[in-house]
């Protein structure tokens, strides 16, 4: 039987995956993980990310084990260290998940043509997504462009069934006799460890949720102190589990008869977020420029700031309001912030400060487990007012309403933000006189700042810059 090698590196898993699916369709699959120097930089960048990849790359080495095979690993630049073992092993073909990033893209292209070049067959598969690109823009007329705007690939999108590739037992793994680097470990990333990661527990995490937090989704999205949105952003990013499998587990569970309608809601809701990440991934792939450009074009040289002098404050946590500051101290604390604050906080960043959206993702770069630079990318432009999000005006929100409204008792707060942690219960109700600010508990407001800046006015100022560039004095600007 030929060989046909598979590169492992967001898809560290054997169930549902398109790419080993392909691979097999060319002959036994020799399992490959290259660390290359992007790789080794997003893990560096994030500690807990690392962590998190060296776990569920020993799972996967475990489960490939089991199979009476094991990982090949290597260090080196992707196409010369695939090359040279496809060499070793005289493989016919060489089969990856494609990436939806700028670079990533780029580096897929490069890869394709060294492969190609010697003769193999070169696959880049859509495993990320549970619907690829082109199936969603495939009855469109500009399917070139894909979607813009995320309702009507929502309408497009919930009508698709995703593919099934669950037969992993199906599949023939070689053990390569050829030499491997060690597995990956936290610590070559100057990481420790963290809780396990990998197939099995991700399948865990989904079962969990499904058989009971998802049916009160809806509540928990506008419930940062609930903690019980799925935490499943991280098994997506290194593809512990395919969303696929999250669509088709979540859809069976609607079968059920005895689903309250509230309940039904919730699912649907947590569909429509796979649905959102599968709608980032199809603008990144169709406009890979938005890595470093905003997708509206009348807003590409619109003067954000490059720094200010709260800039650090929102940074670590200090800008005097509590929820932004609690997601952002949450973010540092585990590498995970609740989606609602995830909004909030930047809103913060682009609207109150005035600064690029680019700081921001830069920023929480260092400390998310997730690894998306295309879910990442467009959520900031989203919020910014600058990518997919086709509102007539950025929709700035006010941090202290937010508060009051998705965490009206302040557990949140006082959950993340240690000079808070004793005050009273119902301390973050009321205002103060004359000021923006949320009142505080006794005791902690004595250590924790006061706002930064007053939300009201900055709010103001920032809609006036904007309307001031999309309609300046004497008229539109011409060249939009
Ligand atoms: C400014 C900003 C930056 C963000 N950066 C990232 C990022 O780098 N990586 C990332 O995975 N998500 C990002 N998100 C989206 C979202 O906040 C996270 O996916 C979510 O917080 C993860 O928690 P969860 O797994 O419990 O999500 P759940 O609410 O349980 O949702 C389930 C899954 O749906 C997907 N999803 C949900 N909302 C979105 C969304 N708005 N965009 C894309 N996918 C979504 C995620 O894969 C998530 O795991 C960002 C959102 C904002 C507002």
Known sequence: ????????????????????????????????????????????????????????????????????????????????EVTRLAQELKAVAVSWSASYDRSGI?????????????????????????????????????????????????????????????APLLLSFVRADVGSEPLPQPADFGSESIPASGA????????????????????????????????????????????????????????????????????RLFLRAIAMRDFFLQLSWYHPQTSGAVLQEKMRDFPFLQSHPHLDAWREGRTGFPLVDAGIRQLRATGWMHPRVRAIAASFLCFDLGVDWRTGVAEWDRYLIEDDPALSVGNWQWIAGVGADLAAYPRIYNPNKQAKRFDPDGS?????????????????????????????????????PRPVVDHDRAAREFLLRYQEFVTPAGGRRSSR
């Open 412 to 448: 949140y707060a006082r959950r993340w933000i240690s000079e808070l942690a004793h005050g009273p219960a119902g301390g973050f109700s009321g205002l103060h006189q004359g000021s923006a600010q949320i009142e505080l508990p006794l005791g902690g407001a004595e250590r924790y």
């Open 200 to 267: 099995a527990s991700a399948r865990e995490k989904l079962e969990a949720f499904l058989r009971g937090p998802a049916l009160q989704y809806s509540f928990a999205v506008n419930a940062p102190a609930d903690d019980l949105t799925s935490h499943l952003s991280a098994d997506l990013t290194f593809g512990t589990i395919a969303a696929r499998t999250i669509v088709r587990e979540t859809r069976k569970r609607m079968d059920d008869p005895f689903l309250l309608s509230e309940e039904r809601s919730s699912l």
């Open 106 to 166: 780029a580096a897929d292209a490069e890869l394709q043509a060294a492969i190609e070049e010697r003769g193999m067959r070169a696959t880049a598969v859509h495993d990320s997504p549970a619907i690829p690109p082109e199936e969603s823009t495939a009855g469109r007329s500009s399917a070139g462009e894909g979607y813009r705007a995320f309702a009507p690939y929502y309408d497009v999108w919930r009508e698709l069934e995703p593919g099934s590739y669950e």
């Open 1 to 80: 039987m030929p060989v046909a090698i598979y590169r492992f590196a967001r898809d560290l898993r054997l169930d549902d995956h398109a790419g080993l699916s392909a691979a097999s369709a060319h002959g036994d699959i020799a399992p490959f993980l290259v660390i290359d120097r992007e790789l080794d930089e997003r893990l560096r960048s994030s500690p807990r990310r690392a962590a998190y990849f060296c776990r569920a790359a020993a799972a996967l080495d475990a489960a490939l084990r089991e199979r009476g095979s094991a990982l090949v690993v290597r260090h080196g630049e992707a196409a010369a």
